[in-house]
């Protein structure tokens, strides 16, 4: 079972630059989420989906977009990367509203640095 | 709205100590859950505990307790006899029921057991 996949795993990129995080998971769940984890900060929702064809902003969506084409992914796409945006990224999944006892199913991370 | 707190930031302990890890929660709902995660420092999240608001029972495994109590807002975390495997950081988060519920984080402990 591969849950979620996250990739890249690393990744640097230079100020102004864009890229896509991509993240799938294969376990049918309709709800999705992205967080963003800065040191001391714990994590914070950029973005979720609750079904295919439907997005919605977290607590820090500037700077990101997202889609969700299909219910196996959820890509994360930064368009003018900026250091603000040094961070770890986690995508994440759910069943529904209320997921089960483990709570949502994390992706393993992907550690962005914008230079 | 939900809030998570952490008021301790990094706890560090000798190795066969007990330490409790506090977490205190807000929410105006009735109906929500309760998590703990170990971040080691590999980095993934990983998934210790959940709590339902209605079930106030404490829970013990192994080494590790939690004591829910709904009277004073808290889920905090007691790891016995502590070892070195033990480090790591800790987020405990709040799940709200509903449509557009997520999951929030508080800010994380750093936990570092010494030899």
Redesign the interface.
């Known amino acids: 079972n591969a849950g979620v996949t996250q990739t890249p795993k690393f990744r640097i990129l230079k100020i102004g630059q864009s890229m896509t995080l991509q993240c799938t998971q294969d376990m049918n769940h309709n709800y999705m989420?992205w967080?963003r984890q800065d040191p001391?900060?714990?994590?914070?929702?950029i973005y979720?989906s609750?079904g295919a064809g439907i997005t919605?902003k977290?607590e820090v969506p500037n700077g990101y977009n997202v889609s969700r084409s299909t219910t196996e992914d959820f890509p994360l796409r930064l368009e003018l990367a900026a250091p603000s945006q040094t961070s770890?990224y986690?995508c994440?999944s759910s069943p529904s509203?209320?997921?089960p006892?483990?709570?949502?199913t994390?992706g393993?991370?992907t550690?962005l640095t914008v230079v | 709205a939900q809030k998570v707190t952490q008021a301790q930031t990094e706890i560090s302990v000798v190795e066969k100590e007990d330490v409790t890890l506090d977490c205190v929660y807000e929410t105006r709902d009735t109906t929500y859950y309760l998590f703990w995660y170990k971040q080691p420092p590999s980095g993934e999240l990983v998934f210790l505990i959940r709590r339902n608001s209605f079930d106030e029972q404490n829970e013990i495994s192994g080494r590790y307790s939690w004591n829910f109590q709904k009277s004073t807002s808290s889920f905090n975390f007691t790891i016995t006899a502590s070892q070195v495997v033990d480090s790591a950081v800790y987020f405990c988060a709040q799940l709200l029921t509903g449509a557009n519920s997520k999951l929030t984080f508080g800010k994380g402990i750093t936990l570092s057991v010494r030899p």
């Not at chain 1, 001391?40 to 929702?45: H, I, Y």
């Not at chain 1, 006892?101 to 949502?104: L, P, V």
């Open positions: 989420y967080y001391g900060m714990g994590l914070k929702l979720y609750v919605d977290g770890v986690f994440a509203d209320r997921p006892n483990y709570g949502y994390f393993s991370g550690r």
